[in-house]
Every structure is written in C-alpha cells, then in structure tokens.
C-alpha cells in the first residue's frame, strides 16, 4: 500500500505571497491531520480533516486554512507569507481520525518551505 | 492546555552505551504513543502504550508507561549508529476527537 504522499516537497517562497501544499493520504484513511516542525516548537497541530470537514483546529492565525476533498486528498493553504512560516510542514493521515489521540498517525515526508 | 514535556532536549551517546529519553504529562493519559523521526526525515510510529504500568520491547528498545499514566520513557539499549534521530512522544489532548499533543523530542546522535 502506497504511503502518505505531499507536493511539492520543496518551496521557496518570498514574504506576502501565498502558497498552496498538497496531501494525500493512504487508501481508505480518511482522516488528514497537518503539522508545522521547526526547530525551536517542534511538532504543533495545525488542524485535521475528516470526510471533508475540519474536525480540529490548532492554535494558529486564520492566514493558515486548510480543505479536504471527497478522496481524501488535502490541501493547506497559507497566505500573507512571513519569514516565520519557514518550516517543515507535515500531513499524516489515519483511518478514523485522531480519537482520544488512540490513532497511529502515518506522516508524509512533508513540504519544506522557506520564505526569504 | 495539554502539555507533553520530554526531556533530555539532546543527548548524544558513544555507540554502545545506553540511552533513555523521558516523558511527562500535566495530566494522565488514556495512552502515549512514540515516534522516530531520522535526520531529514519524517516522524515514523514506533508504538502504543495503554495500561497503567506497561512494559513493551522491540528488540534494543523498551518502552514503559508510569503507574500513574502520566509519565512514560523510551530506553534504548546498547545504542547503534542507526539509531541517530529524534525521538517523540505524544499523547492525546483533553477530550476525544481530540488531536495528539507531541513533545519536542530528544535528538540522539550516537559517535562511532
């Protein structure tokens, strides 16, 4: 079975502008959860996706949004680029979504955005 | 809100010694799950912990839940250069449907 796959895995970007990734999952999981790594916070939650709608959301400014469409598939949008958006952006995908925190989560091998 | 606290930030090993990395939660926990992410890599599942005192191996590596269910740590031993990476606990959130809240891990490097 194929793994959770993201696009594109590298970006650079410059302040202001807006960027788009993409998330899919592995077959029959239909949960998507996104993530945002650097270095200094480590893993925190950005929001997940359930059958195509946002079961929850992270501690993050309304310029991050997110979607999921009838296959699964997710995307993460974020506009207004600033040089903090720099990171590591990582989706994972489980079967019946992040109940109780009782899921495996299965990480894509993420998107590196930089924002010069 | 939920925290997950990890401790050593780092720690860096001579191949062949031990290493133990730790875990502390502000409440219990209904379970603590672990992963392993290598350098340039991504976060890959290692293991699920559920009852009050459990105690689960996989090869070199054991992992343990406190008593309490608030604590928990992963002890690797006799370290091996594949072992470099940073190691992540993670637990879920206050109230189901909840997402899992990740410590910052500890990175192992592990000297030849």
């Known amino acids: 079975k194929a793994g959770v796959t993201q696009t594109p895995r590298y970006l650079i970007k410059t302040r202001g502008q807006q960027v788009t990734l993409s998330c899919s999952p592995i077959s029959g999981h239909r949960s998507v959860s996104w993530y945002q790594q650097t270095p200094g916070q480590g893993l925190q939650f950005l929001f997940e996706?359930?059958?195509?709608?946002?079961?929850n959301k992270g501690n993050f400014p309304g310029r991050f949004s997110g979607r999921q469409f009838s296959n699964s598939r997710s995307e993460m949008n974020v506009s207004t680029l600033e040089l903090g958006d720099s990171a590591l952006y990582l989706c994972a995908s489980s079967r019946r979504g992040q109940r109780e925190g009782r899921e495996t989560q299965y990480f894509g091998p993420g998107t590196r955005l930089l924002v010069l | 809100g939920q925290q997950v606290m990890q401790i050593p930030q780092y720690q860096h090993v001579q191949e062949g010694e031990d290493f133990t990395t730790y875990c502390n939660s502000s409440t219990t926990l209904s379970n603590i799950q672990w992963y392993k992410q290598r350098p340039g890599g991504h976060p890959v599942f290692l293991i699920q912990?559920?009852?009050?005192?459990e105690v689960k191996k996989q090869k070199r590596l054991t992992f343990q839940f406190g008593e309490a269910k608030k604590n928990s740590s992963l002890h690797i031993t006799a370290t091996q250069t594949t072992d470099v990476g940073t190691y992540f606990c993670a637990g879920p959130g206050y109230s189901g449907n909840t997402p899992l809240v990740f410590g910052k891990g500890t990175r192992l490097s592990v000297i030849a």
């Open positions: 912990l559920v009852k009050s005192g």
């Open positions: 996706y359930f059958s195509e709608t946002q079961r």
